[in-house]
């Protein structure tokens, strides 16, 4: 049974719009919420990331909105901008400390056009 | 650059071969993570260390997956037996402190070692 869902395999958006990335979760457990962002034959870069004490954070042009009844958490990206294209991973944790044993969910690939 | 190496960066192994996969984390960094990543999947969790002691192994599907960091730097990912559903990127990642530090310390993987088991 799959703790972290992202239920759109993939996306494609127009440069300067935004960007919406979904992500549901079932483990009440979980308490820290990551995104990464990945390039093609390349690892992982960390994004944002929330604790469950907040709704929102925001960083830029990305901003995580979380709901915590809902067990649902989501990436805006605004504007978007072609090379924001890559696969985005959504990841849980029982706490910022347990970070790196996060379980993730399995992509979302985004393309940006120009 | 000073980012996280692993090489090899593709291996292909003949079902039952034995193989080594070096990661070399960010200098300094104490935390060091072990990831396996199938197709179209995201990445699962093997096992971590802090410095050179191996603090969580629950990942590691099968006594054939073997983690050493002897000397709390260089670490290293060993398959016995290799079987085809080994065949995954292989991701490592390193922080700086410790895991159970209350300080937030991202991540910084490194681009894989991408395994086929034929």
């Known amino acids: 049974d799959q703790q972290v869902k992202q239920n759109s395999p993939s996306l494609s958006v127009q440069e300067g719009r935004i960007s919406i990335l979904n992500c549901d979760y079932t483990n009440s457990m979980f308490d820290y919420f990551l995104w990464y962002k990945k390039y093609p034959a390349e690892g992982p870069t960390f994004l944002i990331s929330?604790?469950?004490?907040?709704d929102k954070n925001e960083d830029g042009r990305f901003t995580v909105f979380l709901n915590k009844s809902a067990k649902h958490l989501s990436l805006h990206i605004v504007p978007s901008q072609p090379g924001d294209s890559a696969v985005y991973f959504c990841?849980?944790?029982?706490?910022?400390?347990?970070?790196?044993?996060?379980?993730f969910g399995d992509g979302t690939t985004l393309t940006v056009k120009p | 650059g000073a980012g996280v190496s692993q090489s090899p960066r593709y291996k292909v192994a003949k079902r039952g071969q034995d193989v080594a996969l070096r990661c070399d984390p960010i200098s300094g960094h104490v935390s060091l993570f072990w990831y396996q990543q199938a197709l179209g999947q995201g990445p699962e969790f093997l096992t971590y260390f802090q410095n050179e002691a191996q603090l969580d192994k629950s990942g590691l599907p099968s006594d054939r997956f073997f983690a050493e960091r002897p000397e709390g730097s260089v670490s290293t990912l060993k398959i016995q037996r290799t079987q085809q559903e080994d065949s995954a990127v292989y991701l490592c990642a390193s922080s700086l402190k410790e895991v159970t530090s209350s300080y937030n310390s991202p991540l910084h993987f490194g681009n894989g070692t991408r395994l086929t088991v034929t």
């Open positions: 990841a849980a944790s029982d706490s910022s400390t347990n970070a790196g044993k996060s379980t």
């Open positions: 929330i604790s469950s004490i907040k």
